[in-house]
Structures are given as C-alpha cells and as structure tokens.
C-alpha cells in the first residue's frame, strides 16, 4: 500500500484506533513483559515509538585498516594475527586480559577490562578481526585497542555490513532490538505529513522504505539518504507547527505603555558604558513592539558578553515607568540574584523583590501578596516565580534570561501570569539567524553582535601534551596573584576505555599536582542548592579554581576568572566551546581558553582551530552548523521533545532549509488537515523544550 493511500486510509478514526491498538510493544514478536519494562526506561510505550528509536550510531565492518593509520581514540576494524597466549595482568586493584597482535609486521596490543571470559576465545597464531577503540594518546610507543570485539577471520560473520548500534537498558540486548525494530516496521504504517502533490512536485523518496533503511543499511549512501528523508519530514513538521501557531500568537494589545523614548535614553545613560548598536536597535525593536497595536513576543538573541541584560532592563524600565508590574525570570537561583542586584542598582526608584526556592516561607507569603495588590513593581526569581498560587496585579513585561534553560510550557507560565502581557526571552547561544526564524518561528527576533567596547578580548590556544605542566605551573601562579580559573571536562563519570577522565578524577589529580590552589568540584548530579552555594563561593573568591561539567556553560559574572581550560575539547560542539569560552573575561583582566585535546586527528585540529582564531558566536555557529551538519549541530540545541528523536540521525543542514521551503508551499495545497494534525500534536509536545 502506498504513503498515499494509507494516509487517506487513517484519515478514518475507527482505522486509527484499530491501528494504535496493534502497536502495542506486546503485539511485537520477542518482546517480553522485562523486555517491554526496558523498552519504557528508554521511552518507548508503542511499537510506533520502536520505528522511531534511531540507531545512536553504526557500525562501519565494510573494510579494515591498519594500526599504524589510525590516531588517538579512533574507533576501526583491524585484521590481525594474535601473537601471544592470553595473559591476566594484575594491576593495583584491577586486573585485564592483554594478547600481542601483529598486522604485517606493524605490533600492537590489545586488552579487555571486566571480561575474563576473553582469555578462553583467543588462541595464538589464529587470524583475527578486531573492532574497537584505538589508544595511543601522545602519538608515540606501541598503540593498543580497548575492550574490541572479536571474532575469527575466517568464520566472520558479525563484524560485516553496516550495523546499526542502539543506546540499551536493563537487560536489553542489540540484536534483541534490531529483532523488535525489524517486526515493528511490518506493522507500523508509516504516513507522510507532506502533502502528495509536493511529493511527486520533488520527486522525493518513500518516507517508509527511508524508515527501512536507516534500521538496516545496504550502504552509508542508504544509511544518509534514509536520515535526510526522515529529517525533511521532522523538520517539515515542526516549522509547519510553529507556522500554524504564530498566527495565534499575535494578539491585541492590552497594556498601553506612557514610557516615552526620551525618558528610556535617559534611563539606558545609567550604564557606566554607551550602547553598542546591536543594544541601540534592541531597545528600539522592544519599544516600538510595545508601542504597536500587538503582543510583543520577542526573542533576544546575543553573543556571549554582548549586554543583554541591559536591553532587558530598558524594557523593564519602560513598564514600570508606565504604572505597570515586570518580572524577571532566570534558570538558577546565582543568576536570578545577580539579576535581582542589577535591578536594585539601576532601578532603585522602583519596589522590587526576589523570589526563589530558598526564600523563607513567611517571605514567600509576604511577596505574594504584595505581588497580588501591586506593592511590588519588579518581581526577580527563578521557576518559583510561575507556580499557581503567584498572582499579579498588572503584569505587563515578563523577561525569560537564558531562553535555552526554559522550556515553551515555562514560558507560557510566565505569560499566563497576566493575559496580553508583553514577553521578552533571552539566549546567549547564538544559532544562524537562517535557523533563528525556524526553531524561534512563534517569536519576533532581535540580535546583538557587536559588544561593549570594554570587554578584553580572550586568547585561544590548543595546548600540546609536552605543555600541560608548564600550563598548570601559569595557572598556579596565577591564582596566587588573586585570579581564578575553570577546568572542565566533559564527563561526571570516566570510562574503562581510559578515554575519558572523570570530573571527580580530575578534581583529585590536580589537587595533588597544585596543592597551594583551593579548587572546588561542580557537576549535574548535585543538588540544585549545593550547585548555588559553590558557585557563590567562587564567585566569593573562597576558592581559586572551580572543575567542573558543563554545568558552568550559563552561570554568573565572575570577573577574576581569567583562565578556562577544557579537557577533551574535540568531544564539545564548537558553539559550546564558545559558551564556556565565555564564562571569562567577564571583567577588565585579560584572560585565556586552553583547549587539550584527547584526540589528535586532523578532523579535530581542524575543527578546534576555528575557535582558536574567532571569537564571534554567529560565525562559530555557522562553521559549527556546516562542518558538524543538522543532526549534531541541533542535537547538541535541544532536548525534551522538540527533535530527540532524530537527534542521533547525520544529515546535512541543506536539509533544514528544504523543510522550510516545502512548508511555505504546502499552506497552498488543497487538503493540509492531516498536517495540521500532526503539526499541533508537535506543538503539544514541545512543553518540555529547551533550546540551547
């Protein structure tokens, strides 16, 4: 049965609840009650959402290589011959299984954590296919491969084709999934939301064979053209979804602003520094918004460092200047309170408050009700600012900061604080404002690219391994000088693999090796409130150096941090590397990013010098987008609901801008109910959404 035809077929509701009710995950062939428990900690309720589990990565076993091609942490299949009996090493605590290889005449090992089993299936003198990660970190001496998998040469048949790998759970197994997903696919009826005639318009492939292929591959050409086709399909999905909604977005106006452009001047000459012209255009997009007959929904997109905040506090101003309440909502409690000082320190004519999660019960009670009668004009918090029970007078200007860190349902929340009032949210990931006017297509977009004057700007460099210790002699004398520094890498927890460090290891080894240096350890599982504390502390200068996960990407000021070092950095997106970048420098000193690299390829060189020799985020962006293509770029962007499940696909960003144009033709098609369907179930699903 065509695409076509079972479209028109599940336009019948009683054709669509028979349909549902066959996608049980229990209708699927070797699916067990354990097995389905798994399949649900993965996220996967229906045999719909099985179709819908893209492979995380696949398998290339179309050729082998040799060792000595091969750099630092490349994942290859090598054939070789095992030249030595299998040996147990014992090491401190820790024991593996170690053989000597040899790949005509070129020597290398090969060793196996937590699997003594291995010893029993190699033998000596037998040909052999290896496929795993390659070590050899500095370039020099023997490499070797890391927990490989095996198997005879001459009896191959595992390590072959392109397979795909899945991310597994519980007692889920690979070839038990690739079982499921194959079975689910004969039962899944796969329905393209792009209406027919612009199918046959583009000539464009079957959305289902496309299905097939990206789970099972002949080819990477299979495996490519099948993502490209699944995400047109997204991508054409959701911008038709924000289309749809954006109409019903622009609202008539309900607070009339007094504020006149003079008194914001006036205001805007507070700062201790002249607004840039990216700031100067911001304030004019948000005061003519406010002076129009609409809503103003906003989005305020700025490089790191490029002022935001005080374009917000301009339209903060104007509201309360006008009689009416604003509030300012950032994603943690350090932000949220920096922001509050802000407001006392330029809008001190004004009543303000902060509200967040430590804040006392009986504070709380208070604020609330001064909130609800008006005796508040500036309300500053965290998400305790939109729970249920906070009313306003005459809310007019809500300010979302670091729009990356808020979900649409977070947003909506504030809004829905006061109907018709005014919304201005804020990202300081600058994504290619090609991409802005799709994944931002319900807001109004303003951009800031240039950046005060005073800012100093940050040298770059990539750090060989024969200076690592010279850098943290620099780094030891300067935080004797008063200065502070970051150190990041980007794991909580290392791997057996020894490719990656562990925060907490990190924490430990350099704590040894700078003894006189007060460091501090940040990462995700924390509590909130601990988080908040340490980052206050260093903020404080009660420590000298903060090691830390990503965590720090969006945190606050901090103006003697002068030094950022990131481990592994060719495992980070180049826009987050200029996030992190970005948490120094933030003061007068001039200040330093020292990339490491645990790979050596030429790929990653390549990539890492971009950042080394720019220091503009829409730039970086656009190189970021174009050299990591849309799956990574966006990926690495969002997650809730909005693209997770074709985050793991590889597709050029072409394939975005193709999805754009298909939905500007498709509103002029003649029966566009299905995708309208299925454009505001998307928009449903973007509640949990955040954008980086």
Same mark, same amino acid.
């Given at each position: 049965?065509? #695409? ?18 066959? *996608? ?27 179709? $819908? ?16 091609? /091969? ?8 054939? =070789? ?137 002949? %080819? ?22 924000? $289309? ?69 506090? =301009? ?49 709380? &009670? ?31 200007? /809500?300010? /979302? ?16 604080? %006061? ?35 005073? &800012? ?52 430990? #080894? ?15 599982? *924390? ?17 000298? =150096? ?34 992190? $970048?970005? $948490? ?24 890492? %010098? ?23 770029? *966006? ?33 002029? =098609? ?23």
């Amino acid at each position: 049965m065509s #695409e076509r035809a079972i479209g028109n077929k599940l336009r019948d509701p009683k054709q669509i609840k028979e349909c549902r009710k066959n *996608m049980e995950l229990k209708k699927i062939r070797g699916i067990s009650e354990k097995r389905e428990k798994d399949l649900n900690k993965l996220n996967i309720f229906t045999a719909e959402d099985l179709v $819908r589990y893209f492979p995380r990565d696949y398998l290339d076993l179309t050729h082998t290589v040799r060792i000595s091609e /091969c750099y630092h942490n490349d994942i290859v299949l090598l054939a =070789c011959r095992v030249s030595s009996p299998p040996q147990t090493v014992y090491n401190g605590r820790r024991s593996f299984v170690k053989v000597w290889c040899d790949q005509g005449g070129e020597r290398f090992s090969a060793i196996w954590f937590n699997a003594p089993y291995v010893k029993n299936n190699l033998k000596a003198g037998e040909e052999y296919l290896f496929y795993g990660r390659v070590h050899n970190k500095y370039g020099m001496g023997t490499p070797s491969m890391v927990n490989p998998s095996f198997e005879l040469r001459e009896k191959n048949y595992r390590l072959k084709g392109i397979v795909p790998v899945y991310g597994l759970r519980g007692t889920l197994t690979q070839r038990a999934l690739r079982d499921a997903i194959r079975d689910a696919l004969q039962k899944v009826p796969v329905v393209s939301a792009i209406p027919p005639e612009l199918i046959r318009k583009y000539a464009l492939p079957s959305l289902s064979e496309a299905y097939r292929k990206v789970h099972a591959p002949e %080819s990477l050409s299979d495996r490519d053209e099948a993502a490209e086709r699944i995400a047109l399909e997204e991508y054409f999905i959701l911008i038709s979804a924000f $289309r749809f909604m954006k109409g019903g977005k622009e609202d008539a106006r309900v607070f009339r602003y007094s504020a006149t452009a003079r008194e914001t001047a006036e205001f805007a000459a507070r700062f201790p520094f002249t607004f840039t012209d990216g700031q100067k255009r911001a304030v004019d997009d948000i005061y003519e918004n406010l002076k129009s007959p609409k809503r103003m929904n906003r989005l305020l997109q700025g490089d790191v460092g490029s002022g935001k905040t005080a374009v917000a506090l =301009c339209g903060i101003y104007m509201a309360a200047k006008s009689g009416y309440q604003a509030a300012f909502l950032a994603p943690t409690e350090v932000l949220a309170a920096q922001n509050y000082a802000l407001v006392q320190k330029y809008l001190p004519e004004f009543r303000s408050a902060f509200l967040a999660g430590s804040t006392s019960a009986k504070e709380k &009670r208070e604020i609330k009700k001064a909130l609800k009668e008006g005796a508040i004009d500036i309300i500053c918090g965290t998400h305790a600012i939109i729970q249920e029970d906070v009313e306003t007078k005459n809310l007019a200007f /809500c300010v /979302c900061d670091e729009q990356h860190r808020f979900g649409v349902a977070q947003r909506s929340a504030l809004g829905e604080k %006061s109907a018709g009032a005014d919304m201005l949210v804020m990202s300081a990931t600058p994504i290619p404002r090609t991409l802005s006017l799709i994944f931002y297509g319900d807001l109004d977009i303003s951009e800031i690219k240039d950046k005060p004057k005073a &800012r100093c700007e940050i040298v770059t460099g990539i750090v060989p391994p024969h200076k690592y210790e010279n850098m943290l002699e620099y780094i030891g004398e300067e935080a004797a000088k008063g200065n502070q520094s970051y150190f990041v890498c980007p794991k909580i927890e290392g791997d057996d693999e020894g490719a990656l460090m562990s925060v907490t290891e990190l924490f430990d #080894e350099l704590k040894n090796r700078l003894p006189r240096v007060r460091f501090a350890l940040l990462h995700g599982k *924390m509590k909130d409130k601990e988080k908040a504390e340490i980052m206050q502390a260093f903020k404080d200068k009660k420590y000298d =150096c903060l090691v830390s996960t990503t965590v720090i990407e969006v945190g606050i000021d901090v103006p003697d941090a002068t030094i950022m070092v990131i481990y592994n950095a060719e495992r980070f997106g180049l826009s987050q590397l200029h996030q992190l $970048r970005g $948490r120094v420098g933030r003061g007068t000193k001039k200040s330093f990013c020292f990339l490491l690299l645990g790979s050596d390829s030429p790929e990653a060189r390549e990539r890492l %010098s971009v950042i080394k020799n720019n220091t503009d985020g829409f730039r970086i962006a656009e190189y970021d987008l174009r050299m990591r293509g849309g799956g990574d770029f *966006m990926g690495t962007r969002q997650s809730g609901k909005m693209l997770s499940e074709i985050k793991n696909l590889r597709y050029p960003p072409e394939v975005i801008f193709e999805a754009k144009k298909l939905a500007d033709e498709a509103v002029s =098609c003649g029966d566009i109910s299905l995708l309208r369907s299925l454009a505001l179930k998307k928009y449903e699903s973007l509640q949990d959404v955040v954008l980086n």
